[in-house]
């Protein structure tokens, strides 16, 4: 069994959720208007009201059978097919879990460890921009109206996207599956990238993410080396 919660307005669908956690059923809440919103590492997510999808699903650590860094990438994977599968757009994923839609990235996802009555949760976060036609000041960032002129409906949109999910979430392959999957969409894999690091800029070429989180770069001036995010910037 699942339940899906429409809240309002909230400061953060990831704070909200552990109140609303019920034990015998896997929680999800959402809503279109989110007022603090987190990313990873401190970054902030805000939606603006009513164009754009904040998500957050309770799914008990005990029923996942692969590692944190696995969960993570089979996430992006899960929305990545969906918005594939919606849009018939170019949708790929930028290490480590940022969906990019025809070059303009279009959803945030944030993974955290919480516990409610000794029991413990992954408390996956979702942020995906839908019907937002102003991005003046994320010149990376889009929404699939914007990116693609699909126009959906909001609560049809969150209903598909929540039963998908579920759909997902509850079949997890093995590691060596999501890894192969992860790598075979991953945003500019094999193509020359330019790259800041430590402030000093150089061409490399991302080669693949491995089973541990990080991300292998072959740069031109320094080989093959691997990364953890926020150790190196991709410049696209």
């Not at 039963?163 to 979430?169: E, G, H, N, P, V």
Request: glycine share 6%; with cysteine.
């Amino acid at each position: 069994m699942n339940r899906l919660i429409h809240l309002g307005n909230c400061f953060s669908t990831q704070d909200e959720i552990i109140n609303l956690i019920n034990e015998d059923e896997t929680t999800a809440v959402f809503t279109f208007n989110q007022t603090k919103g987190r990313g990873q590492y401190g970054n902030s997510w805000e939606v603006i009201p009513d164009q754009n999808l904040a998500y957050s699903v309770a799914v008990k650590t005990d029923e996942v059978s692969i590692s944190g860094v696995c969960l993570n990438y089979y996430t992006a994977i899960i929305v990545r097919d969906f918005l594939d599968n919606l849009t018939k757009a170019t949708a790929c994923i930028k290490w480590p879990n940022d969906i990019i839609l025809n070059g303009k990235k279009v959803c945030g996802m944030l993974t955290e460890k919480r516990k409610k009555n000794n029991v413990d949760y992954y408390i996956i976060g979702i942020g995906i921009n839908i019907l937002q036609k102003d991005f003046s000041n994320l010149p990376k960032a889009g929404s699939i109206l914007s990116i693609t002129g699909v126009n959906v409906d909001l609560m049809e949109f969150v209903r598909d996207f929540h039963t998908y999910f579920i759909s997902r979430i509850t079949n997890i392959p093995d590691e060596e599956k999501i890894l192969e999957e992860y790598n075979s969409h991953l945003f500019r894999k094999n193509e020359v990238s330019v790259f800041q690091k430590n402030g000093i800029r150089q061409n490399g070429i991302i080669k693949y993410a491995d089973i541990n989180g990080f991300l292998l770069i072959d740069l031109e001036n320094e080989g093959v080396q691997k990364f953890f995010h926020k150790e190196i910037e991709m410049l696209y």
